[in-house]
């Protein structure tokens, strides 16, 4: 087998292109956290550390949910039920992941290598909640959330609570979102004993759940305005994530679920990418 196929192939594994939803907002607390645009090697490092810690967590992931995966007619066909990639690959693969992850966080500086086990901690901890709670998908929101607050310690070295609004934001956002993408599995959590939303509560419950997580994402994006001394381009950014968001939601309805990988993959990639370009205008664009 190839080098290039190989690669593919663990690409496929941790759905790499999925990085564009977390990636986004860490830059994002970056811009906030250095009033504008960091020192290029603390971009440098806050990309190799977000990309590095969701790759070991979905490969963490696949692990733990192999035997799962094997069972659902959606996913029977990943890399390790299909045995393209072994156990033991992914878990090396996963092993030195986390490893650059903490060569990323002791580059930074001393308070991100500390906190780095509680990270790791988090994402390890996301695997499990779905067999026990269906607040599984606020745990994946917490795991992502992570990404603005790293950044935010990455730039200042301290931890403030004044960034917490965006991390609050980025939860609900992914928790929103991720409950659609679990309306596809509702049945088989059913039968499987499985803790979702969707599995619980039933489609219509579930895609108003989504709606009030993806409202209180908008009002925390907003109250970071007079926290930050944010400028009309950053209001700009905000309206046009909602209006996204709304689309969203307009796409997937109780009788007609065709749409969710859209809903799922290019709407909430378009709308993290949007509210970094806009804070940065904000920081780029005197007023």
């Known amino acids: ?20 939803f977390a990636l986004p907002f860490a830059f994002t607390g970056a ?90 901690l988090v994402l390890f ?13 606020l745990v994946l929101g917490t795991a992502l959330s992570l990404a603005p607050l790293g950044a935010w310690i990455a730039i200042r070295g301290i931890f403030d609570f004044e960034i917490l ?24 959590d059913r039968k499987h004993n499985l803790y979702s939303i969707p599995g619980r509560f039933g489609v219509k419950a579930s895609l108003w759940t989504a709606r009030l997580f993806h409202l209180a994402t908008v009002g925390l994006l907003l109250s970071l305005i007079p926290i930050f001394n944010l400028t009309w381009f950053y209001l700009a950014g905000v309206l046009i994530a909602s209006v996204l968001m709304i689309y969203e939601h307009s796409i997937v309805k109780p009788a007609d679920l065709s749409k969710l ?19 940065l205008i904000n920081y780029l664009v005197p007023l």
């Open 125 to 137: 901890t996301y695997s499990y909640t779905k067999r026990f709670t269906w607040l599984s998908h």
């Open 1 to 20: 087998m190839s080098f290039f196929k190989k690669s593919a192939d663990y690409l496929r594994l941790i759905k790499f292109s999925h990085s564009v």
């Open 261 to 279: 990988d859209m809903a799922f993959f290019n709407m909430n990639g378009y709308i993290s990418i949007t509210v970094f370009v806009f804070t």
């Open 165 to 188: 609004p965006l991390c609050l934001a980025v939860m609900f956002w992914v928790a929103g979102f991720d409950i659609f993408y679990s309306l596809q599995d509702r049945d088989f």
């Open 31 to 120: 811009l906030i956290a250095a009033g504008g645009i960091p020192a290029p090697s603390q971009i440098l490092w806050i990309a190799v550390a977000m990309v590095a810690g969701r790759s070991g967590a979905m490969g963490m992931n696949r692990i733990i949910d192999r035997k799962i995966d094997a069972l659902n007619p959606r996913t029977k066909d990943r890399e390790l039920p299909r045995g393209v990639i072994k156990t033991w690959e992914a878990s090396l693969f996963t092993a030195f992941s986390f490893a650059i992850l903490l060569l990323a966080a002791y580059m930074l500086n001393p308070l991100c290598l500390k906190v780095s086990p509680l990270v790791l």
